[in-house]
Each structure stands twice: as C-alpha cells, then as structure tokens.
C-alpha cells in the first residue's frame, strides 16, 4: 500500500499563490506518473497537473501558466504551485500518483485524502 500526505491547502485572495505538497510513502517500487486533481462543489473531479518519472508535464488548459508541477523525486514528493490564482479555482485537491511495490507488479493508482483550496474574490 502506498500513503499519500498532501499539505499546503488553504484561504487566499484572488491572484495570490499557493504552494500544495504531496508526499507518497509505504511499499513504492517505482513511481510513473505523480499529479494533481480537483473536484470544486457539485462538479466533476477534474485533471489539473501531472508530472512523469521521465520528466514530461501536461496541465489543463485552465491552469496553463500560472500552475507549474515539479516534484522531488528522492522524496517521493509532488509540489503544484499555484499562481494567479482565481475564485473558479476554488475545489478540494488531490493528489495522485500512480506506482508499483515491486518490479513484476502492475502499477496502481493512488489517491490522497484532499486539501481545500479557497480563493476570495
């Protein structure tokens, strides 16, 4: 099994920044992709940002030039930093990460529990 610990969330006022962390630890073979989605009240769960183990990054359309991925791959860690931040950004973040515990297994998806992002028109 595979923990997910996501930090960062929080109240900001439009066109401020954040700065969202996620740490994965427990039975982690190998990591492919570590990202982040979003799921705003009465929506969709939606993709916002992933990052692969080679380096590749993609982001929603929504979020393209004021969110940037990276991750620390050491530490098993995924950041999403935020910028420029709008009211419509406002959702619960969470963090996946797809991985595996051993060389002959599969990989697996992994989610974690969510942060609340608020931005304050």
């Known amino acids: 099994q595979v923990q997910l610990v996501e930090s960062g969330g929080g109240l900001v006022q439009a066109g401020g920044s954040l700065r969202l962390s996620c740490a994965a630890s427990?039975?982690?073979?190998?990591?492919?992709?570590m990202g982040w989605y979003r799921q705003a009240p009465g929506k969709q769960r939606e993709f916002v940002a992933a990052r692969s183990s080679d380096g590749i990054t993609n982001y929603a359309d929504s979020v393209k030039g004021r969110f940037t991925i990276s991750s620390d791959s050491a530490k098993n860690t995924v950041f999403l930093q935020m910028n420029s931040l709008k009211p419509e950004d406002t959702a619960v973040y969470y963090c996946n990460v797809l991985s595996k515990g051993s060389w002959h297994e599969s990989f697996t998806d992994y989610w974690g529990q969510g942060t609340q992002v608020t931005v304050s028109s």
């Open positions: 427990g039975a982690i073979f190998s990591i492919n992709v």
